[in-house]
């Protein structure tokens, strides 16, 4: 490609950063990868793998001339495809930059490496301890003045190269003090580093999700050149159950003459990123539009369509599918690709043809483009599931919520809620088959190198919908509840996520994904503890909303709120916006303990043994803030020990039972002789 930018007369970098932590891709893949780049007209590959030792770790060695050839075949080989290597070193880790020897290995390993061939360079200093060492600090006036020293040596050691990078620690606006333009690190660095080198940047956050023009202009003032961006968008390393297959997005085709580049640093297994380079090479062909022309994608002002560029990714990455291939084995772990007929051909045996009365052969469905949009939107985006996702997420959240009035309803079962309910569940169960068949068909694939970099992923989410869909199809009491999910003694698949599932469950921020579901909230709040400070306004909102439900039945519950009983441990939490105190949550363990009579039957306290007193003020529309607040307290009531937990409303007081019955974590409990009047809520544990 020969875009060009508009400050200089530079080509504008674009292609990957082989920038992630984990299992470096194979030399293989990396030939396959300059392949594909040409192909689709990108034009750089940055070698950057963290976990490889001679890049980060051992910086400092040398390679051996098994590596070095293996290297020079790499450079070579990306070179006879039209794409510039960049080999990048990040001595950050343990260097000391005041000391000459230091610098010396530094220019040597970089020497060796132009010897195989290599003209582009880069230095990286992400993810480092920001404290110079002693003799650092007497030597230079910041680690910013440290960084941009050694850089510029070395630059000018190895004859100024055309393309050498530099990553900075601040490679994005969340991580300068106090903020981008006040930045004395960046400001050192943008005066400093000298002209002719480029600098790294991954936009707003580490991972952006999306990348502003004004955000570019900004950061391009203070650092006095167009920045390189890294882009973390397709970035996966940071979470071993996630995956990202929807389109390069939410970067405007109006940032390309303001940058000097772009490289996105993709998913950690090679295969997946068909989308996340096929995308970005598309967005790198766009070119930005008159502003008047109305257009149906979402990057309004340019000819790059993310839903179009997703499908014209998909279309191509399909057809790979059917290539029969194999990982080659007997390099183990190398998962290289294998496209050549081997030389070895199979043994033949008789073709085996069952009779009518036999079992008919397994025939394996092909895989369709539906299959593959399906799959790329149930592993889309950092911040954003695909549209079917989505719905399935929506979908789910509502059956949940309103199982009680469609299924529980004491009124003929055909009543409207109930059908609704009935054929929403049905698609459900629709759209949960779609994602089986999608995995039957994936498995059955003949290019087996591209199935296993996918395996793990979808296995998992076909486990996760499955168990989703027997949840369902127990709501609608057509069959009893899945034994993975509801059962004493469940298969390991019935509790998902290892040790990292359950302390993530026990975090009060447990259920923040709602945020693809719901926005963020609309206003700060604060969930802390009760402090006797909090009595009065306690009791303030407990009457006003009393005054709601214009019932005066005595609760148990009522005793936590005025204060004649103390919650238990951690059990006491208020919310608290600008306008003050909007909600509590306070729960006793063992209920049992406040009750004067045998208000409620013992086998629903065996099930529930916990209480819990809830209000939120109407002018909280935030549904996961109040589930946070919510979730907080179950969490402390679970630690604890308990296995239950119910709450007491009046029958009056609809706002609130339709508010927690949104929310869905709680539901309406059936208990026989229930006292007139009363409704109960509640949860297993
Ligand atoms: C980072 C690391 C990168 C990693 C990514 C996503 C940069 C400059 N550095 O901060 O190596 O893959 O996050 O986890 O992005």
């Known amino acids: 490609m020969s875009q060009t930018t508009s400050s200089s007369s530079k080509t504008f970098l674009s292609g990957v950063v082989e920038g992630f932590y984990g299992r470096p891709w194979t030399m293989e893949q990396r030939k396959e990868l300059f392949r594909r780049e040409q192909k689709w007209g990108l034009n750089t590959y940055l070698y950057a793998p963290k976990d490889d030792y001679k890049h980060r770790m051992y910086w400092r060695e040398l390679y051996t001339s098994e590596e070095a050839e293996q290297l020079m075949t790499l450079i070579t ?3 006879a495809r039209d794409v510039e290597f960049v080999y990048a070193i990040s001595p950050g880790l343990d260097i000391t930059f005041s000391n000459p020897k230091e610098v010396a290995a530094l220019k040597r390993k ?11 360079f880069a230095l990286l200093f992400d993810d480092i301890e920001t404290e110079m060492c002693a003799a650092d600090k007497e030597a230079f006036s910041s680690f910013a003045h440290a960084q941009v020293a050694i850089t510029n040596q070395v630059f000018q050691h190895l004859q100024e190269p055309q393309t050498f990078l530099f990553c900075p620690t601040d490679y994005c606006a969340a991580f300068c003090t106090p903020s981008v333009s006040q930045s004395t690190y960046l400001h050192t660095v943008g005066e400093k580093l000298l002209p002719a080198i480029d600098i790294l940047w991954t936009g707003p956050k580490v991972v952006s999700q999306d990348i502003s023009v004004a955000s570019i202009e900004e950061v391009s003032t203070v650092l006095r050149r167009p920045p390189v961006i890294w882009d973390n968008i397709h970035a996966n390393d940071y979470d071993p159950q996630r995956l990202f297959l929807g389109p390069f997005k939410n970067r405007p085709t109006e940032l390309i003459p303001k940058l000097r580049g772009v ?54 990455w399909l057809a790979e599918f059917s290539m029969a291939d194999q990982p080659d084995v007997s390099r183990a772990g190398s998962g290289c690709p294998k496209r050549e007929p081997s030389e070895e051909e199979p043994m033949q045996t008789d073709e085996y043809v069952p009779s009518p009365r036999e079992n008919p052969l397994y025939t394996a469905e092909p895989l369709t483009l539906e299959d593959l949009t399906l799959l790329s939107e149930l592993f ?90 027997a949840f369902v199809s127990s709501l609608g009491g057509q069959n009893p509840p899945p034994s993975q999910v509801i059962n004493d003694d469940p298969e390991p698949w019935g509790f998902r996520g290892g040790l990292s599932g359950e302390f993530q469950r026990m975090l009060p921020c447990h259920g923040n994904r709602d945020l693809f579901r719901t926005p963020p909230a609309a206003r700060v709040y604060t969930i802390r503890p009760c402090t006797p400070a909090d009595k009065s306004d306690v009791l303030r909102l407990t009457k006003e909303m009393q005054s709601e439900t214009l019932q005066q039945a005595a609760l148990i519950g009522d005793r936590l709120v005025n204060g004649q009983l103390s919650p238990s441990k951690h059990c006491d939490l208020v919310l608290e916006d600008e306008g003050g105190l909007c909600g509590f949550a306070f729960a006793l363990t063992d209920a049992k303990t406040a009750m004067t009579k045998s208000q409620y039957p013992e086998t629903m306290l065996r099930d529930f043994p916990s209480l819990m007193a809830v209000q939120i003020h109407p002018r909280v529309p935030d549904t996961n803030t109040a589930k946070r607040l919510i979730s907080s307290v179950l969490s402390s009531l679970k630690e604890s020990g308990s296995c239950g937990v119910f709450c007491e409303f009046r029958t009056g007081d609809k706002r609130m039972l339709d508010f927690l019955r949104t929310l869905g974590l709680l539901h309406v409990l059936q208990v026989e002789g229930l006292q007139a009047g009363l409704v109960l809520m509640g949860t297993k544990l």
């Open 77 to 79: 080989a990306a070179k």
């Open 380 to 469: 889309y985006l950092p911040y954003e599931h695909g549209p079917t996702a989505l719905t399935m997420l929506t979908e789910l959240h509502w059956l949940r919520g309103n199982r009680d009035a469609a299924v529980f309803s004491p009124v003929a079962p055909e009543n409207s809620k109930a059908k609704e309910w009935r054929e929403r569940a049905e698609h459900f169960d629709e759209m949960c088959a779609a994602v089986v068949q999608m995995f039957n068909r994936l498995s059955n694939a003949p290019n087996r190198t591209i199935l296993y970099d996918l395996y793990n992923y979808i296995c998992d989410i076909k486990s996760g919908v499955s168990l989703a869909r």
């Open 110 to 120: 970089l020497s060796q490496v132009c010897m195989f061939g290599c003209r582009s």
């Open 263 to 316: 490289l996105t640093n993709p998913n950690c297994e090679f295969e997946p990123n068909f989308v996340a380079i096929h995308t970005l090479a598309t967005w790198c062909k766009s070119s930005t539009v008159q502003k008047d022309v109305s257009m149906d994608g979402e990057d309004q002002g340019s000819d790059y369509n993310p839903q179009e560029a997703l499908r014209l990714a998909l279309t191509d």
